[in-house]
């Protein structure tokens, strides 16, 4: 085998590499020696196939399985031997000319075939000691875990009807309906809709409006859909809801108590007020975990400059591209309406594209050069976190499909990987905690400071989130459809947590 190379530009290169046809030859003579004692054939004994005979009858077939197997090592073997590693399985460029590929496969012909490929940059890891962090630590305090206790055992009280102004964790009847530029939209009414002031059920701003109606009052609110709306068309709008209040009731009493609890599945207050603390600190610790990560990242991304393999930059780009697009087609948005153009788009999401592959192949040498691994356990672990995401009936096929698929599983070790490397990296670097408000603590940082007002958030802004940052929780469904039932989530996350 003759290995030549051809280009060697910056991360690109390509190799010439030409089997001889004697070669070839030497390799298919040693199959059909190999076949010669297994193949029956009518009218010959066992092993007395005269090879002539042999090759004419799988001289094509055997060639052709020597071609597969030349590509599938030579790319390995010629990496080695270089001492190289690709940022991506190399292409194979072969003879598209059927007269041309007919002589190799005859033996007629030298095997001659290309390989192109990038490798991955050299990167020298630089000592991070010097890289400060500041860490965002909001304690969460008793009395808002009180309200999150009064949201979540809301539907688990007895109600009254009263007299009188509705107040906070009261209960209101109402039939409503919903508009936008004076048109109804389609999931924007209702009747007899009960609602509990104060749980957050409905779209923010909303309840807070009823608070001091009474029964018979017609209200019109006014509210602005959230940006992150489930519902994307409905997301950013403002709309007014035409609003008639039919009854208000009361809690028979507000205290959380072992009987509230049982009714959520729960064996007393005490559980269920430790579960709720456990949520929030939950929360509220991961928005600190992002936080925390993104300026370790961005401090990383300040200290490394590299030239990043085009292939993987290219195929970011095109997942980012591709998940933009579907949020556009989805919220019936334009680039346009996202304050933006698709020629100005494409340069930032190629900018963070570039910034996710530097940033990748950094933490992999880093975790590489520490010794970092994910263990069986940990996979274990991440994959069944990963299906209990899907239906129950499709988790068992979920598991199968991959637990057989060792590409796909690497998708899962991928992100375990990473945040140990970052636990790794936080272990060197300065760390100092700095109590915030909750306010800071949920602060966008990507925000430009300088805007008078808030902008729609641009799908480029969006698509940097997948970088470090928290997630919030948004209305399922048509506004002012409610939330998924608070005590609900509260009670399936407290069987979870027992499990």
Known sequence: MQVTETLNSGLKREIKVVVPAKDMEDRLLERLNDAKGKVRLNGFRPGKVPLPHLRKIYGKSFMAEVVNEILNNSSRDIL??????????????????????????SGGADFEFQLNYEVLPPIEIKDVSGISITRQVYDVPETEIEEQLKRVTADAREYTAKKGKAELWDKVTIDYLGKIDGEPFEGGAAEDSGLILGSGQFIPGFEDQLVGA???????????????????????????????????????????????????????????????????ES???????????????????????????????????????????RDLESAGHTFEDEDTTEEDARAEYTRLAERRVRLGLVLAEIGDKAGVTVTDEEMQRGLFEFIRRFPADQQQQVFEFYRGNPQQLASIRAPIFEEKVVDHLL?????????????????????????????????????????????????????????????????????????
Not at 80 to 105: H, N, Y
Not at 305 to 322: D, G, Q, R, T, Y
Request: hydrophobic share 35%; charged share 40%.
């Open 214 to 280: 009474k029964a018979g009052d017609e209200k019109t609110i006014n509210i602005t859909f959230p940006e992150n709306y489930q519902a994307t068309h409905l997301a950013g709008k403002d709309a007014t809801f035409d609003v008639k209040v039919k009854e208000v009731s009361s809690p028979d009493s507000t205290t959380v108590d072992d009987e509230v609890a049982k009714k959520l599945g729960l064996e007393s207050a005490e559980r269920l007020t430790e579960i709720i603390r456990g949520q929030m």
């Open 80 to 105: 080695s031997e270089r001492g190289e590693k690709a940022a991506m399985q190399p292409e194979v460029v072969m003879t598209e000319d059927e007269k041309e590929a007919e002589k190799i496969l």
């Open 427 to 499: 272990g060197q670097v300065a760390v100092t905690d700095k109590k915030v408000s909750k306010e800071e603590l949920m602060a966008d940082d990507t925000a430009d400071a300088e805007e008078a007002k808030p902008k729609k958030k641009s799908a480029a802004k969006k698509a940097k989130s997948a970088d470090a940052e928290s997630a919030e929780a948004t209305g399922e469904g048509e506004a002012p459809k409610k939330k998924a039932a608070p005590k609900k989530k509260a009670a399936a996350k407290a069987e979870d947590k027992d499990a």
């Open 283 to 325: 929360q509220f610790g991961q928005m600190t975990r992002q936080k925390v990560k993104r300026e370790l990242l961005d401090a990383l991304d300040s200290s490394y400059s590299f030239e990043a393999p085009s292939k993987l930059v290219e195929a970011e780009f095109n997942n980012i591209w591709s998940q933009v697009n």
